[in-house]
C-alpha cells in the first residue's frame, strides 16, 4: 500500500456517497490511478453486496422512526386545522354523545320533536266529510246483467274545476263508446276474419287492415274539409257495395259476377286508402 | 356523585337547546298550500283546420332570367307554392323563366350534355327565403310564373296550390296538391295528379295517367305515340270525360263519378270503365267490332248497337251481367261496370 493510499474508511464513505463533493473527485482521480486502493474499493462492494443481500429483508421493513412519527403527528395537525365547521362539529357531537346520558335526553327530545311536528302538520278534515250521519243511506241502483266493461278515459270535459273540494276520486266504468270513423275498416276486418274468405279475399282484407292504421293517422291532417267529406263518403259507399256483394256470394258461391263486384271493390278501398297516403306523400315532399 | 351531577347537566342543556330549536322550527313551518284556482275550459270541439299554403312574407318582385340549353333538356320544379304556372314550348334551345309579382329563382344545372356541352337537366328552384306558414322554403312562388322551354323539353313539376298550364311540350309529369291542371299538345307523355282540381288533357301522346282526388278529368283527343302505350284515368269523386281517345289500353275508374267515352273501339284493345255510383255512357260507331261484358247492380243496360247476348244473368239481385259481341270478328273487349248506375251504348255520330 502507498503511503498517500486511502483509508477504509473513507472508502466506504466514498461508496456510501457520504464524503462532499471535492472530496468526491479526489477519491475518484485516486482511484483511477492507484490499483490497490481500487482493489480495496472492490472488496468493500463486494462484501456490501453480500451483505445487502444476506440483510434485504431487514432493510425493507419499514421501522418508523422519531422523526417519522413527529412528521406524521404534524400532518395531523395541519389537516386538523384545515378541516371544515360541520366536520369539526361532528367531530364534536361523536365525543359527546359517547356518553349513554345525552344520547338517552337526545333520543327523548327527537322523539318529542317528531310527534310535536306530526301533530301540528296534520290537515283539517274537509266539513263534508267529518261527519257522516249513520241513517243516511246511498240509494244503489238495481243489478244489470254483468257486461265486460272498459275504464273510460279521462277527457277534458270530465274534469271537474280545481276550485270544487277536493273529493276521493271513483274509477268510474263505463262501456267503451269509439266513433264510427275509428272503428269502421278493423270492425269490418275482424268481421270478415270470424266469417271466412273466399278464395283471394284475405289479402285484400290484410292489405285493407294495414292501410287502414296508417291512413287513419294522416287523413286529418292531409285532407281538407270537402275532400274529408268526400273521402267518408266514397269510403261508405265502398263500404255498403263490399257488404253487399259479400252478402250475395254467401247466398250463391256461383256468382263469378258478385265475386268479381267484390274484389272490385276492394280494389277501390285500396285505392281510396292510398290516395289519402298518396297526398300525404305529396305534401311532405314539398315541405 | 360529581361526574353524575355534571353529566345530568349537560344532558338538562342539550334538551333545552334541542327543544328551542324544534320549537323554532315548528313556528317557521309553512302553513299548507292553498289549491290554486285553475279554471278548466270546456274542450274545444276538433275541428280539422285546413293547412294554409306557404305564403310570402313580404310582397313579390318581378324577376326574369333564361339559360341556353339542350333541346332534350329535362326541367325540374321541384315545388311551386302558388300561383299560375304557364309552361310553353317554343323553338328554340333555351330556357326563359319569368315571375310576375313573385320571388327570385335560380337555375341549377345538374347535368349536361357529353356531346354539346349544353345542360340537359336543369333545376328551377326559388330563392330560399322566410314564408309565413312555414320554414325556409325553395319554393318558387308567385302571381304569374311563365317558363318557355324547347319543344323537346320533358318537365316535372311539383306544386301545393296553382294553376298550371303546360302546352307544346315532349312529356309533362305534374303532381299538385291543388288547382287545376291543363295540358295540350304533349307529344310523348303524360303524367298528372291533382289532389283536389280538374285534370283536362288535350291533343296530347303517349302514356297518359290521369289522377284526381275529388276533381273531374276530361281528355279531348288523345292517342298513343308508341304501340302498347296505356291511357289511365282514375278520380275519387269526380266525373271522367274522354272524347276520341285512341289508346288500345284503356282503364278508367271513378268511385262516385260518371264515366263517359266518346270514340272508337280499335281491334285488339281493352277499354275497362269502372264506377261504383254512377252511370256509364258510351258513344262509339255503329259499326263497331268487339266483345261487351257489362255489369251492373241497381240501374239499367241500353244499348243503340245490337249486341248478340251469349250470357245474361238480369235475374233480380245487386249484380246483373250481360255479356255477348258487338259487330263481327272483333277482338276488342270492352268491360263496362257500374253498381249503382245506368250503362248506356249509343251511336257515335260521325
Known amino acids: ?287 | 356523585m360529581k361526574k353524575f351531577i355534571e353529566i345530568t347537566y349537560r344532558g338538562i342543556t342539550i334538551a333545552v337547546i334541542c327543544l328551542t330549536a324544534s320549537i323554532a322550527g315548528l313556528a317557521q313551518a309553512t302553513p299548507p298550500p292553498v289549491r290554486p284556482k285553475i279554471e278548466v275550459k270546456p274542450p274545444t270541439p276538433h275541428v280539422v283546420i285546413p293547412r294554409k299554403p306557404a305564403m310570402p312574407a313580404s310582397p313579390g318582385e318581378n324577376s326574369e332570367k333564361s339559360i341556353k340549353v339542350d333541346r332534350d333538356v329535362n326541367i325540374t320544379l321541384p315545388c311551386i307554392s302558388r300561383g299560375s304556372l304557364k309552361v310553353t314550348g317554343w323553338n328554340r334551345n333555351e330556357v326563359r323563366v319569368f315571375v310576375d309579382n313573385g320571388n327570385k329563382f335560380n337555375f341549377t344545372v345538374s347535368e349536361k350534355s357529353p356531346s354539346t356541352g349544353e345542360p340537359v337537366w336543369i333545376k328551377i328552384s326559388g330563392v330560399p327565403g322566410r314564408v309565413r306558414y312555414g320554414p325556409m322554403s325553395e319554393c318558387l312562388w308567385g302571381e304569374d310564373i311563365e317558363i318557355d322551354v324547347p319543344v323537346n323539353a320533358s318537365v316535372s313539376i311539383k306544386g301545393q296550390d296553382i294553376t298550371s298550364r303546360i302546352d307544346s311540350i315532349r312529356k309533362a309529369e305534374i303532381k299538385v296538391v291543388g288547382g287545376n291542371i291543363v295540358l295540350r299538345n304533349i307529344a310523348n307523355g303524360i303524367a298528372a295528379y291533382a289532389g283536389q282540381g280538374d285534370i283536362t288533357v288535350e291533343s296530347s301522346k303517349g302514356s297518359i295517367s290521369l289522377e284526381s282526388t275529388t276533381g273531374n278529368i276530361l281528355v279531348f283527343d288523345a292517342g298513343p305515340s308508341d304501340i302498347g302505350d296505356p291511357f289511365r284515368a282514375k278520380t275519387n269523386g269526380g266525373a271522367i270525360s274522354l272524347q276520341t281517345v285512341d289508346h288500345r289500353q284503356l282503364d278508367v275508374s271513378s268511385i262516385s263519378g260518371s264515366v263517359t267515352y266518346s270514340g272508337n273501339i280499335r281491334s285488339g284493345g281493352s277499354y275497362n270503365l269502372r264506377t261504383l255510383q254512377g252511370s256509364i255512357r258510351m258513344a262509339i260507331p255503329e259499326k263497331s267490332a268487339s266483345k261487351i261484358s257489362a255489369t251492373y247492380g241497381f240501374g239499367t243496360f241500353r244499348s243503340e248497337i245490337p249486341i248478340n247476348i251469349s250470357t245474361e244473368n238480369i235475374s233480380e239481385g245487386p249484380v246483373k251481367i250481360v255479356g255477348g259481341s258487338l259487330g263481327v270478328g272483333g277482338d276488342a273487349i270492352i268491360r263496362l261496370s257500374s253498381n249503382n248506375g245506368s250503362i248506356t251504348i249509343s251511336k257515335k255520330k260521325p
Request: proline content about 6%; charged content about 25%.
Open chain 1, 1 to 287: 500500500m502507498k503511503e498517500n493510499c486511502l483509508e477504509i474508511g473513507i472508502v466506504q464513505a466514498f461508496m456510501d456517497g457520504e464524503l462532499p463533493h471535492d472530496q468526491i473527485a479526489r477519491v475518484s482521480d485516486h482511484l483511477e490511478r492507484c490499483d490497490s486502493c481500487a482493489f480495496m474499493l472492490g472488496q468493500a462492494e463486494d462484501e456490501a453486496s453480500l451483505v445487502f443481500s444476506a440483510l434485504d429483508r431487514e432493510f425493507n421493513t419499514l421501522v418508523p422512526t422519531q422523526r417519522l412519527w413527529t412528521k406524521i403527528n404534524d400532518s395531523i395537525e395541519t389537516q386538523n386545522g384545515n378541516r371544515p365547521f360541520w366536520q369539526k362539529a361532528q367531530a364534536f357531537l361523536a365525543t359527546a354523545f359517547a356518553s349513554p346520558s345525552l344520547v338517552g335526553a337526545a333520543g327523548l327530545l327527537i322523539a318529542v320533536g317528531a310527534f310535536s311536528l306530526v301533530m301540528l302538520n296534520r290537515e283539517p278534515i274537509p266539513a263534508d266529510m267529518v261527519s257522516v250521519p249513520k241513517s243516511m243511506t246511498v240509494p244503489v241502483p238495481d243489478a244489470e246483467p254483468i257486461r265486460v266493461l272498459e275504464p273510460v278515459v279521462s277527457s277534458p270535459a270530465m274534469e271537474t274545476t280545481a276550485d270544487e273540494v277536493p273529493r276521493i276520486q271513483r274509477a268510474v266504468y263505463r262501456p267503451q263508446v269509439q266513433t264510427a270513423a275509428l272503428t269502421t275498416v278493423p270492425e269490418r276486418a275482424v268481421t270478415a276474419l270470424s266469417n271466412g274468405y273466399m278464395e283471394g279475399e284475405e289479402s285484400y282484407v290484410k292489405t285493407i287492415s294495414s292501410l287502414a292504421r296508417t291512413v287513419e293517422d294522416q287523413k286529418d291532417s292531409v285532407l281538407r274539409p270537402s275532400e274529408r267529406v268526400a273521402y267518408e263518403r266514397d269510403m261508405a259507399l265502398v263500404d255498403d257495395t263490399i257488404a253487399k256483394m259479400r252478402q250475395e256470394v254467401k247466398r250463391n258461391p256461383r256468382n263469378e259476377s258478385a265475386k268479381q263486384v267484390l274484389y272490385s271493390s276492394y280494389q277501390n278501398k285500396i285505392d281510396l286508402l292510398n290516395s289519402v297516403s298518396q297526398k300525404e306523400e305529396l305534401v311532405a315532399s314539398l315541405r
